[in-house]
């Protein structure tokens, strides 16, 4: 298999992953209005799915070890599919959540399986690909959101929405995985799968780097579309807008991020992707007109694009562990946010506003700017 073969299957992959996972976050409002439930209870119930993330990246070191990179992102997408198309079915915020609870362990799955292959392939290519392997993810949300937003305008229910999306991920994914010849392993040092990764000074850093951008692109996921709904009352398909115009602005920043990143510096574009955060946020919290609020929801997006890939690729390089240890490392620290992010945005929405809900997020911006240092190679 070539570079270009090698290279165009990891994008395969994190499109197919990304499209299945996305099916459900166009719909969250009408499951909402099928569940009869406020943004309380939504954003307890939807808390599963971080918790399962959480669970499966405790594992995911140990997992990968024993699962090839093909059976891996076959299982873990079919998994998610089919838990996400299970959740359909809710109609009280228990069953969601646990449905949710093993989607969400089938992504931490497939989200360090496919990372640690990018990371491979960049290696085994002398190129970077960790960027742009995310701008398909940001693709596979993007189709995603665009056809949820078709099928919810045309009142087209959330299971058959689910099972078209389940069928076409299955599908492509065991067609493309068994086509596939995995990269070499990095040399790296020799360490045993632990169950518990425990996070290094250096990693914790990255942390810190990628909780504004998790905290905000998780807003825009789980709230977007019924911040729309509530705040300017505008049709199905507007609603679903700024959830897929975020993920094309993550897909044009990430699909061109690699050679800007080799051309100004990982830390240049880091400062610039916090200013765009900012623009955006600022943009949502406080625009009177949906159409500018869906330009910051675009503006936001293109924030959001590089700052988790660009730690994942330094974390991925850390010496102290495996690349798997590191990222699942990294990945389960970070994906905390996302935990303790649906309840309470859904509270502050519930109680002081959706708005609000947003407006918290500013002071994370910051704390990513100050450690913008932890992703400089020289340091590693």
Known sequence: MNKTSSRRFVFLFFFLYSFTFGMIFPRIGDLQLQMGIGESILGLALSGLPIGVQIALLLADKILSILNFNLAVSL???????????????????SFFVFLLFAGFAVGIVEVAVNIEADRVEYKIKKRIMNRSHSFWSLGFFSAGLV????????????????????????????????????????????????????????LALVFFTLSAMLIEGAGIDWSVIFMRDIFNTPPFLNGTALFLGAGSQFLVRFYADNIVEKFGSKNVARLSIIAMFIGLTFVSFSNSPYL?????????????????????????????????????????????FLIGPPFLGYIAENYGIRVSFMICFPLLFLSWFFISSIDKKKL
């Open 293 to 337: 609020a869906l330009f910051g929801f675009f503006i936001m997006g293109g924030g959001t694009a590089v700052l988790f890939p660009l730690a994942v690729s330094a974390a991925a390089q850390l010496k102290d562990k495996t690349a798997a240890a590191n990222v699942a490392s990294l990945a389960q620290i970070s994906f905390i946010v």
């Open 76 to 94: 873990s997408i079919s998994i998610l599919g089919f838990f996400l198309l299970m959740a359909s079915f809710s109609l009280e915020p228990f």
């Open 148 to 203: 949820g937003a078709i099928f919810s305008q045309l009142k087209i229910s959330p299971t058959l929405h689910f099972l078209f999306c389940f069928i076409l991920g299955v599908l492509f994914v065991f067609y493309f995985s068994n086509k596939y010849n995995v990269a070499p392993i990095r040399p790296t040092i020799n360490a045993k799968p632990s169950l518990f990764v425990v996070p290094s000074k250096k990693v």
